[in-house]
């Protein structure tokens, strides 16, 4: 493309994300379609030809827009929320544009040690202690794999990285712990890590969703008694169903004693440590063997970029190093290979996107749009709590909400549950809005997440209205 032809598509691709961004609440937030309904507008053979970037675009629009779930959309109160801000969208752009791959430091100096450098800002801002190293992945399901994957490299009498694990009778059953609650990335892990599903063991949990101690305890005693070794706890800041924030401290406190690697996933809750007086989420982390964040969630940081802080950067370079002789390089012992401390060798530039942002907004702007989420979120959690037809399902540690309608003579469980289902559907078949639901105990629960850069509370004020309309409209007129 010659460069007069880029710098014209270059401006005027620039313009359709400001006017993208800028008008974004007058999108349906979730598309109208049916699954297939893309793909038949989509030829089925290759492009034989070149064509013109004109046409491109213009299916873009025609195709791909009106098949788009709208993440950037201020009523996205869906999952986890990934919000893109505008300083990340152009970090992204350069480094699309410099397309360096970060393998070893000779092979992009800058992405090395600016990875460096904002990882520890990073590190400052969430108040860990200076002993964490860190460094970027793309999700936190990969953090985790490699986070699972140090606490079986530091089981050093297995000597698993040289003889695996098949095949050995001298191998007792491994086991990790995790709450009833955790991320399924963590079953993930186990299974291609090659403990089996039967290598991991959920936990129950307390009446405020979090990892019970005593359960914790009499499960590792157990397993002992049956010659089978734990080897690792994750705990979780923030679960993916309702934000609970496992006990850390006191699971710290049994990790010490048991000798068992603890792993903390706090993907989307450990971003409220930005906020000085939320710091508390993150209170025992300081002695966790490692801990993922994804500045992909509630940072603004447009995916994919996830963190895994480690205080033991020599067991993860031992678990992955393994350089063939064409990348050796004349740096190798003054310079850091990032290639040596995880599974891809290839990787992006992601660090510039999370330099931008984090320079753009400042700590003091992150932490103030985080604890303006909490503000509103606990605003309307008494909304919920005042409202006759609705109940509250869990507490509010961070800025999710988790809810349902429980109207007036309506007890039986299994009633609830569909009623609350077909609310659900309702509500964002509206496209105003787009939540998610969960099931917590046996209850179906909707998830309201208020953690995207564009949220105010007036998005927030027109939710709750199209969720009592929409509770109205299933009701019998009779009530
Ligand atoms: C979102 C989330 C994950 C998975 O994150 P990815 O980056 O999508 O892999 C894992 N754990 C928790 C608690 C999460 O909220």
Redesign the pocket.
């Known amino acids: 493309m010659p460069a007069e032809e880029f710098r014209q598509y270059g401006h005027q691709m620039i313009d359709w994300v400001a006017d993208y961004l800028r008008d974004i609440d007058q999108y349906r937030v979730l598309p109208n379609v049916q699954p297939g309904d893309i793909r038949r507008m989509l030829p089925q053979k290759p492009p034989q030809t070149a064509e013109p970037m004109n046409a491109i675009l213009s299916d873009f629009d025609r195709i791909v827009l009106p098949g788009t779930t709208h993440w950037n959309h201020p009523r996205f109160l869906a999952?986890?929320n990934s919000s893109s801000s505008a300083p990340g969208i152009l970090g992204e752009l350069l480094s699309a544009a410099l397309n360096a791959n970060g393998m070893v430091w000779e092979s992009c100096p800058s992405a090395t040690e600016l990875e460096e450098v904002t990882v520890d800002w990073l590190r400052q801002m969430l108040g860990l202690p200076s002993g964490f190293w860190g460094i970027i992945y793309?999700?936190?399901?990969?953090?985790?794999l490699h986070g699972i994957t140090m606490a079986r490299e530091a089981l050093a009498d297995l000597h698993i990285r040289e003889r695996g694990m098949a095949g050995r009778v001298d191998l007792p059953r491994l086991r990790v712990y995790q709450s009833e609650l955790?991320?399924?990335?963590?079953d993930k892990a186990v299974i291609a890590l090659g403990f089996g599903m039967e290598g991991i063991r959920k936990i129950p949990v307390d009446d405020a969703f979090r990892m019970r101690l005593d359960a914790l305890d009499e499960a590792i005693k157990e397993d002992r008694k049956l010659g089978i070794r734990p080897f690792c706890v994750v705990a979780?800041?923030?679960?993916?169903s309702c934000t609970s924030i496992d006990p850390v401290p006191a699971i710290v406190d049994i990790c010490e004693r048991e000798k068992l690697w603890l792993h903390v996933?706090?993907?989307?809750?450990g971003a409220a440590a930005l906020v000085p007086e939320m710091q508390h989420v993150l209170a025992g982390c300081d002695r966790a063997d490692s801990i993922?964040i994804?500045p992909?969630?509630w940072m603004f940081v447009p995916?994919?970029l996830?963190v895994l802080y480690t205080r033991k950067p020599k067991i993860l370079r031992q678990a992955f190093s393994y350089v063939p002789e064409y990348l050796r390089t004349g740096y190798d012992e003054k310079a850091i290979n990032f290639m040596d401390y995880g599974i891809p060798l290839g990787r992006r530039f992601r660090a510039l996107k999370l330099w931008f942002v984090l320079r753009y907004f400042g700590w003091e702007g992150m932490a103030a749009r985080i604890r303006e989420h909490i503000s509103i979120a606990n605003t309307f959690a008494r909304w919920v709590d005042d409202h006759r037809d609705f109940e509250r399902l869990a507490p509010v540690p961070l800025s999710t909400v988790c809810l349902r309608a429980r109207p007036a003579g309506m007890d039986r469980e299994s009633d609830l549950n569909q009623l609350n289902e077909k609310l659900f559907h309702a509500v964002n078949r509206t496209g105003e809005a787009f939540v998610s639901h969960t099931k917590l105990g046996d209850r179906y629960t909707i998830r309201v997440v208020v953690s995207h850069l564009r949220t105010q509370e007036v998005h927030i004020r027109r939710f709750w209205e199209l969720l009592q309309q929409q509770l109205l409209m299933l009701l019998p007129k009779s009530r």
């Open positions: 999952y986890f793309d999700t936190a399901s990969t953090s985790t955790a991320h399924s990335s963590v979780t800041v923030g679960t993916t996933d706090a993907a989307h809750g993922v994804n992909h969630k995916v994919d996830s």
